[in-house]
């Protein structure tokens, strides 16, 4: 009898414990599903314009050379993945295997020059057109790029990904030429050394900048540092060159003359970023000085750099 009025208290225990612990009935207690966002779908023309066989967003070239700048066009269909916040978590790219895509009017001109798309012609994926480097310095070529179906509905194009599409899509390609020191100005043809007497009389300091040799793109986990490496080069017919200016994030709309302090040149400078999820764009502009006071134009360079969420 001892034995058993010891045990009945605590089974009554036991069952009122789990009975307290239990959910009303009526009541999942389950963990709730959550849903994975909506991907957003857009079907666009893919557009980027280079200098062929340079892998520079903004290319270095030899003035007196010939060059073919190419610009290609390619339909695909994006997919974004965004977080509450809008930030975009995760993309994919697929290529527009259906695409209605049937016409296109473009215009490729050089600085200033007066750009106008024309008559709609069968849409090709790749246009290329051979320059003369008759100049020295940077130059801008712009393109004005418009896309439709067969019967005349306007497809958008985007820059790059994740940008905004447009019915009509502008880029713009900055390429720099210089001369090469070792090369009298004499074997050069005469367009270019009449380019090259006019430059020089305006900026004798000559030069370049490149980031990460070249390479498109760099990247890795987002939020992490990343470190860029930039060489800088810069010659001078006037005298020796011998300080520069350097600045980050000054690509489009670089002033003729940069703001800051002069520093003394160097031909490699590190330096640190922190990636932004999924792809952003970094750039750096530099001007050099020579030793009798003369200045360079404004250089500029950039680069691609993903972030993985």
Known sequence: MIHKSVRFPALFFMIFWLAACMPPAGINSSTPTLLAPTPEVQRVVTVRMGVRG???VSPDVAAGSMIVIEAGFSPVVQAITRGADGSVESSSITTWADTPLAQMRFCLSIETQTCELGEWQPFQPQHAQEIQVDWLGPRQFHLEVEF???VGQPIPGVRSYYYDAQ?????????????????PLAQLPAPVQTAAAATQSANPVTGSVQIEEGRCCAGGKSGSTIPLQVAFQAASRAGEATEMKVQVGLCAGAPAELAGSWQPFQAQRTFETTLAINWAGWSVSVQYRDSAGNLSPVYCDDISLEGDP
């Open 167 to 183: 019915p009509q899509t502008n880029l713009t390609l900055t390429v720099s030429a210089s001369l090469d020191p070792g090369k």
């Open 54 to 56: 340079s892998p520079q």
């Open 148 to 150: 439709a179906d067969a």
